[in-house]
């Protein structure tokens, strides 16, 4: 048998696309976040869960730590340095902060955590507005 969980996560940050883009993106805004983990393995534990719910509390610490009300820039966004100057949380990225490169992050760190040989992460995906999702899978 194959088994697959889901839990869902959310978080609020700001961000702005300017790395070769210039629609209204590039503007600083603030999305509500919603993350979806799904889990999948071919074998339950002797709890018969393929995943205990609260393990998953691991990824949420790190979302709420990193990801949650801060700016999420480019590394070369000029406002980078403004932000810190005042005190405000910003997390740099190496690609531009769209929700394909947030979701990619957040994978990475979901695979660190839950990978082993019974169970993977099978994919993220995150809604940055009610109409519009990303979903990136695990290799």
């Not at 300017?18 to 600083?28: D, H, I, Q, T, W």
């Not at 801060?70 to 000029?78: A, C, N, Q, S, Y």
Request: charged residues 25%; negative net charge; hydrophobic residues 35%.
């Amino acid at each position: 048998m194959k088994y697959q969980l889901t839990k869902d996560f959310s978080f609020e940050a700001a961000h702005r696309l300017l790395k070769n883009y210039s629609g209204k993106c590039s503007n600083n805004h603030g999305h509500s976040y919603q993350v979806k983990l799904h889990i999948e393995g071919n074998s339950l534990d002797n709890k018969d869960m393929l995943i205990d719910f609260t393990e998953t509390k691991q990824l949420k610490t790190w979302i709420d730590q990193t990801l949650d009300h801060v700016t999420i820039l480019w590394k070369e966004d000029p406002m980078i340095e403004s932000l810190k100057s005042f005190g405000n949380k910003v997390l740099v990225t190496e690609k531009n902060p769209t929700a394909e490169h947030i979701a990619e992050l957040i994978l990475a760190k979901a695979e660190a955590l839950f990978n082993n040989e019974y169970i993977h992460v099978y994919c993220v995906e995150i809604n940055e507005t009610c109409t519009s999702a990303a979903k990136v899978f695990a290799k």
